[in-house]
């Protein structure tokens, strides 16, 4: 019974009201200074980000090549298949937009802002997809290459593979 008479009496003091008015103000506080700091979680994974992604348009253009060669070896008659690539650009970087349209009776409103991720002064367009280097021609020498019809096969099978119209292509014979 002590300790409800206590409580009682504290509840009827101002005490206990001046002491959950400073708790209040210093918890505001303490949020309002966690703000301003910089936080390391987020640090952390934008560096695992970058680092997972494709950092160099030669390495993804070697890789790409030498994929494409063990494909190319498969197909009927081309023997020794040896690719060169040419890469148009290095990744790119497609950031997230958020836009906002309206429609009045004579004119139509569009307007589109890229959304920013973080607090402080780690604030960032927040990276929607990172696209691949572009690539822009191949030439592949074959073994079979003299032969009209490996070299038909050939072209499709890169045209498909790349996404590439055939006129970026040119399949020769290796000597």
């Not at 390391?40 to 695992?48: D, F, L, V, W």
């Not at 498969?74 to 349209?101: H, P, Q």
Request: hydrophobic content about 35%; charged content about 30%; proline content about 2%.
């Amino acid at each position: 019974m002590e300790i409800a008479e206590k409580l009682k009496e504290l509840i009827k003091s101002r005490k206990w009201a001046v002491f959950m008015t400073i708790c209040g103000a210093a918890g505001l506080l303490l949020i309002m200074i966690s703000s301003l700091l910089p936080d390391n979680k987020t640090k952390g994974k934008e560096n695992s980000c970058k680092k997972s992604s494709i950092t160099d348009a030669g390495k993804y253009c070697t890789d790409t090549e030498k994929r494409l060669e063990g494909f190319l070896a498969d197909i009927d008659g081309a023997g020794k298949v040896r690719v060169y690539l040419t890469v148009g650009s290095d990744e790119r970087y497609v950031y997230a937009t958020e836009g906002r349209y309206s429609r009045g009776e004579s004119k139509t409103e569009e307007e589109e802002k890229y959304v920013i991720v973080g607090g402080g002064s780690e604030k960032n367009a927040l990276v929607e997809t990172i696209r691949a280097p572009e690539i822009t021609g191949a030439v592949i020498a074959c073994e079979g290459g003299e032969s009209a019809q490996v070299r038909e096969s050939i072209y499709k099978a890169v045209s498909a593979a790349l996404d590439m119209p055939t006129s970026r292509i040119y399949v020769t014979k290796l000597r």
